[in-house]
């Protein structure tokens, strides 16, 4: 099946099908114009977008009576971090600043991607943390710097 534009997005627009399938993309392939994927149910799927509109989660991709082919991300393995302070907050965003780790940052919670050596600096702050998956909406951000 080849794709060359976005019919719509099942968030945005309340578009409900009793056949669903899933294209999972990494969080950083929602950028890409051309893919070849597999939904979760083995269609095999080409994207060829002529838009330059990045992908995004919900993005119908194909549509008919028997079969909607929707994008969604991966699961991804992350660190939720639960500051008790506006201390914690600051001294947990220098750090992952310091650090150039990309994060989420909501009221209630930090996010990072997975990596074991974050666990040690966790201690050292005292923050709460765990580790889980999440799918992603939206890509981190990286910034670019110079020393």
């Not at 990045?54 to 119908?60: A, E, N, Q, S, T």
């Not at 974050?118 to 799918?135: A, C, D, N, P």
Request: hydrophobic share 35%.
């Amino acid at each position: 099946m080849l794709t060359k534009e976005v019919i719509g997005n099942i968030d945005e627009e309340q578009l409900e099908h009793q056949n669903r399938e899933w294209v999972e993309l990494d969080w950083d392939e929602l950028n890409k114009r051309i893919l070849r994927k597999k939904t979760d149910k083995g269609t095999d799927v080409a994207i060829a977008l002529e838009e330059k509109e990045p992908l995004k989660v919900g993005d119908v991709l194909y549509q008919d009576e028997g079969l909607q082919v929707v994008i969604r991300t991966k699961k991804e393995k992350v660190y939720v971090i639960y500051p008790k302070s506006i201390v914690q907050m600051g001294k947990m965003a220098f750090e992952l600043g310091n650090r150039h780790t990309p994060c989420l940052i909501s009221s209630e919670e930090i996010v990072v991607r997975y990596d074991e050596t974050l666990e040690r600096l966790f201690e050292e702050v005292g923050v709460s943390y765990e580790q889980t998956e999440r799918r992603f909406k939206q890509p981190f951000k990286y910034r670019g710097h110079k020393h």
